[in-house]
C-alpha cells in the first residue's frame, strides 16, 4: 500500500505595521492511503476556511509520500477515565499521577504547576528533563511538536476537529518514543476542559475536568529522562517517524 503525509496549517495576519504578524488559526495532519489523499485534503482546507478562531489569510497544506517500510505501527494506550466535581480536584489527580515518576523529592508538585503555566503561550510541547530539571527543546517558546501521526485504517475525512481521536495518537506516539517518562496535557481550546495523562506504564488517563470553562491556557509537558536517551534521538523521533496507531479497541467511554 502506498502512503502519503498530508499537513495544513492556516493562519491570520494580525496588527499593523512592525506589529503585523501571521496568528496561527487552524492545523492538522493525517496519514493516509493513495485513494483518500485527495478527500482528505478537501476536508482539511474544509476545516480551515470554517474555522472559529478566523479567517484564513494563508493557508499551506503540504503532502508527502510515505514509504511503508519507514512506518511504525502502535498499540493504542489504554484508555481510563476519571470523573471529577472541580477541575481543581482533576489537576490535583493529574500531578498525583505524574510526581511518583518524576522521581523521589519534594516540590514536584508545585514545580510542575509552574512548568505548565510556562507552556501556555507555547505551540509545541515543553520537552522536561527530570534528570537534571532542563529544558530541552531548542526553542523555547516554539517548543517540540510531535508529528507525522495518524490512526491506523483511519479512512475518516470530517472536517471538524475530534479531541480524543487526535490525542490517543498523539499521546501514544509520544509514550513510546526514547527516554519518555509521561505527558501532561491541557487543552489550549477555551471550551474543552478534559486533559489527560500518559505514559506506557499509566496508559491515557482521561480527566474530565482540568481547567476552569472559558480558560485558553493549556499545553503540554513531555516528561524525559536523559540518563535513558539523548535528547536528540528523542526529539528525531517525535517530528521524523512515521506513525500509524492502531485504535480499533480505544473508546473515550471507558471506565
Ligand atoms: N506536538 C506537541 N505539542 C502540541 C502538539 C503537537 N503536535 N499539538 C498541540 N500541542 C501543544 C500546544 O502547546 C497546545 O497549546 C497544547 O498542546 C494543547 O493542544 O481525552 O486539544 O490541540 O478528551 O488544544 C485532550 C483530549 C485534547 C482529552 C488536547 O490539545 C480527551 C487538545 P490542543
Ligand atoms: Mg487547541
Not at 482528505?40 to 476556511?49: N, P, Q
Not at 523555547?140 to 491506523?152: I, K, N, S
Request: charged letters at 30%; a negative charge.
Amino acid at each position: 500500500m502506498e502512503y502519503y503525509s498530508l499537513k495544513m496549517r492556516a493562519s491570520q495576519q494580525v496588527g499593523e505595521g512592525k506589529q503585523k504578524h501571521e496568528q496561527h488559526i487552524s492545523g492538522a495532519e493525517r496519514i493516509v492511503g493513495r485513494d483518500s489523499v485527495e478527500a482528505v485534503c478537501t476536508a482539511m482546507v474544509r476545516r480551515a476556511m470554517n474555522h472559529s478562531k478566523g479567517d484564513p489569510d494563508f493557508i499551506n497544506v503540504k503532502i508527502e509520500k510515505v514509504h511503508e517500510n519507514d512506518i511504525r505501527i502502535l498499540k493504542a494506550l489504554p484508555v481510563t477515565r476519571f470523573d471529577v466535581d472541580t477541575w481543581q480536584e482533576g489537576l490535583d489527580k493529574a500531578f498525583g499521577l505524574i510526581t511518583p515518576l518524576m522521581g523521589s523529592g519534594c516540590g514536584l508538585r508545585e514545580k510542575l504547576q509552574e512548568l505548565l503555566r510556562v507552556t501556555f503561550p507555547m505551540r509545541g510541547a515543553m520537552l522536561y528533563d527530570i534528570s537534571t530539571g532542563e529544558r530541552l527543546e531548542p526553542d523555547h517558546e516554539r517548543g517540540v511538536r510531535a508529528t507525522y501521526m495518524d490512526a491506523l485504517h483511519s479512512s475518516e475525512v470530517d472536517g471538524c476537529k475530534n479531541h480524543f481521536n487526535e490525542a490517543i495518537v498523539l499521546a501514544t506516539k509520544v509514550a513510546n518514543a526514547p527516554g519518555m517518562v509521561a505527558e501532561f496535557c491541557v487543552s489550549d481550546d477555551p471550551n474543552y476542559v478534559t486533559g489527560y495523562v500518559a505514559s506506557k506504564e499509566l496508559g491515557y488517563v482521561r480527566i474530565m475536568k482540568m481547567k476552569e470553562m472559558g480558560d485558553e491556557n493549556g499545553g503540554r509537558i513531555f516528561l524525559f529522562d536523559s540518563r535513558k536517551a539523548s535528547a536528540e534521538e528523542c526529539i528525531e523521533y517525535l517530528q521524523k517517524k512515521k506513525v500509524l496507531v492502531d485504535v480499533s479497541a480505544s473508546h473515550p467511554g471507558t471506565k
